[in-house]
């Protein structure tokens, strides 16, 4: 069973930065491509972005490209965003997901692990 939690979430003005991290065990955390979901209120999850097993590639969503980056440290079992630039309509609860090798990673039915969420706020 693979766990995942996430932290760095919290209060942040529009135009300043956060990084999100998201921390996996009970698993060989390389199997596995790894993504970011968010979901607002009264709104779908949908898709912010993923990267490969080895790290090597990197998708995003159009609304968050040239400002979030994601990472990972496989020694660490850790992956992370990195969000900048935050507009308010950033505000959502934010979600790492674990995806086995399978083509496609835009979906949430894409992913069998998810963690519990941490809250952005984008205010002023």
């Known amino acids: 069973q693979v766990q995942l939690v996430e932290s760095g979430g919290g209060l942040v003005q529009p135009g300043g930065s956060l990084r999100l991290s998201c921390t996996a065990s009970?698993?060989?955390?390389?199997?596995?491509?790894m993504g970011w979901f968010r979901q607002a209120p009264g709104k779908e999850r949908e898709f912010v972005t993923f990267?490969?097993?080895?790290?090597?590639?990197?998708y995003y969503a159009d609304a968050v490209k040239g400002r979030f980056t994601i990472s990972r440290d496989n020694a660490e079992n850790t992956v992370y965003l990195q969000m900048n630039s935050l507009k308010p309509e950033d505000t959502a609860v934010y979600y790492c997901a674990a995806a086995p090798l399978r083509g496609t990673y835009y979906y949430t039915d894409d992913y069998d692990y998810w963690g519990q969420g941490t809250q952005v706020t984008v205010s002023s």
């Open positions: 990267i490969s097993r080895s790290g090597g590639s990197t």
């Open positions: 009970g698993t060989t955390f390389s199997r596995y491509v």
